[in-house]
C-alpha cells in the first residue's frame, strides 16, 4: 500500500514563509520581476511543496504543478494549435481555468513536463510521478475551432501526449499519471475513448495511471478496467457508489483510492480512513492499493492540504496494523 497525492499542492502560502507564487505571477505581469526570477521562485515553491509532501509522510510524490497555472493552460499553451482564452469556471467548484482553443492542427514541439519532472526528481528524497490532464478532458474542457470532430481531435491529442509520455519515460519517468475526470461525464463517448486511450499508451515504458475523479464510474466499471493502464484511480468521496464497481476490479491492476475529501476542510478521521481500506480489501488486495486525495488539492488552504496528508499516512499505517 502507497500513499500518493493525485496531482496538485496548494501553491499559497507555504508552510515555511517561503515564495508566494501567485504573487509573483502578478509582479511579472506589472513589470515588476523579470520572467528568470519567477522561475527561481517556482523551483524554490516546487522545493516547498515535495518538503511538506514528504514531511508529511506521503511515498510517491508529485511536483504539486507549482508552475502550473491550471491543469489545461500549461499543457495546451505548448503544443502547436492552441491558442488560450479568457476564464471559464472548472467542473462545479469554484475555480477557473483559461479555456484553450484549439485554433490548427495539434501538433508536439518539444518536451513539456521533462525539466519539471528532473528537477522534482533532484529535489526529492522520494519517487515521484508525473501528473497530466488526459487527451478526453483536454479536449472536453477545450473550444474546438478546427476539427469540428470529437474523435478527431481526441486522437490528435492522445497522439501528441503519447510523445509527451515516451519523452518522460526516456528521462526516466517511472510513473506517469493521465487525470481524466471528463469521461465520468460522458459515458456514450466511451469508444472513443477506449479508442484513444490505446494511442495514448502505446509504446510508453513505465507504469501508467488512469485517474478519474468528481463522481462514480458507474456503468463505465467494467470498460475502464479493461484500458491499457496498470493504475486506476476512483474518488470514493463524491463516488461513494465506485466501492461497489470494485467486485469487477481486475485482479493484475492496481487501484488508486480517493479517500479524503480534497474539497472539504473537515478532517478525516483514522478509524473512516481504515474503514474505507477494509471495504476495499474485500476485493483488492492491499499490495495493490494506492492511497491517496480524492482530487487535486490546490482547493484546500496549504495548512489543511497538509493536515489531509498526514492524516491520509496516518491512515494508512493503522490499517497495516490491523488489516495485514
Not at 481524466?180 to 466511451?190: G, N
Request: charged share 25%; glycine share 6%.
Amino acid at each position: 500500500m502507497i500513499t500518493t497525492i493525485v496531482n496538485n499542492y496548494p501553491k499559497i502560502p507555504s508552510l515555511s514563509g517561503g515564495p508566494n507564487i501567485r504573487r509573483s505571477m502578478a509582479q511579472l505581469d506589472e513589470g515588476r520581476i523579470t520572467l528568470d526570477d519567477l522561475h527561481q521562485v517556482q523551483d524554490e515553491a516546487t522545493k516547498d511543496a515535495i518538503s511538506e509532501q514528504v514531511k508529511a509522510g506521503v511515498e510517491l510524490v508529485t511536483d504539486g504543478q507549482i508552475r502550473w497555472d491550471d491543469g489545461q493552460t500549461y499543457i495546451a499553451s505548448k503544443l502547436n494549435g492552441f491558442s488560450i482564452s479568457g476564464l471559464i469556471r472548472y467542473f462545479d467548484s469554484n475555480t477557473y481555468y483559461r479555456q484553450p482553443v484549439v485554433d490548427g492542427k495539434i501538433s508536439w514541439r518539444e518536451p513539456i513536463l521533462v525539466k519539471d519532472y528532473l528537477f522534482a526528481r533532484a529535489a526529492s528524497e522520494r519517487p515521484v510521478k508525473v501528473a497530466l490532464t488526459g487527451p478526453y478532458t483536454l479536449a472536453a474542457l477545450s473550444e474546438d475551432t478546427y476539427y469540428h470532430d470529437k474523435r478527431a481531435l481526441v486522437n490528435a491529442l492522445a497522439a501528441v501526449l503519447n510523445q509527451e509520455a515516451k519523452a518522460l519515460a526516456e528521462a526516466g519517468a517511472e510513473f506517469i499519471q493521465f487525470d481524466e475526470p471528463s469521461i465520468l461525464k460522458a459515458p456514450a463517448d466511451f469508444p472513443i475513448v477506449k479508442e484513444a486511450m490505446s494511442v495514448l499508451t502505446a509504446g510508453v515504458n513505465a507504469k501508467l495511471a488512469l485517474y478519474t475523479y468528481f463522481g462514480e464510474a458507474g456503468e463505465l466499471a467494467q470498460q475502464l478496467f479493461s484500458l491499457p493502464f496498470q493504475v486506476f484511480g476512483l474518488d470514493f468521496v463524491m463516488g461513494p457508489n465506485n466501492y461497489a464497481a470494485l467486485k469487477s476490479f481486475p485482479g493484475d491492476k492496481d487501484l488508486a483510492m480517493g479517500i479524503v475529501d480534497a474539497r472539504n476542510t473537515k478532517l478525516e478521521t483514522v478509524d473512516e480512513i481504515v474503514a474505507a481500506v477494509k471495504k476495499a480489501k474485500e476485493h483488492v488486495s492491499l499490495d495493490r492499493l494506492y492511497l491517496n486525495p480524492s482530487c487535486g488539492l490546490e482547493f484546500l488552504p496549504r495548512r489543511n492540504a497538509y493536515d489531509k496528508l498526514v492524516r491520509l499516512t496516518e491512515g494508512a499505517k493503522r490499517a497495516l496494523e490491523v488489516l495485514v
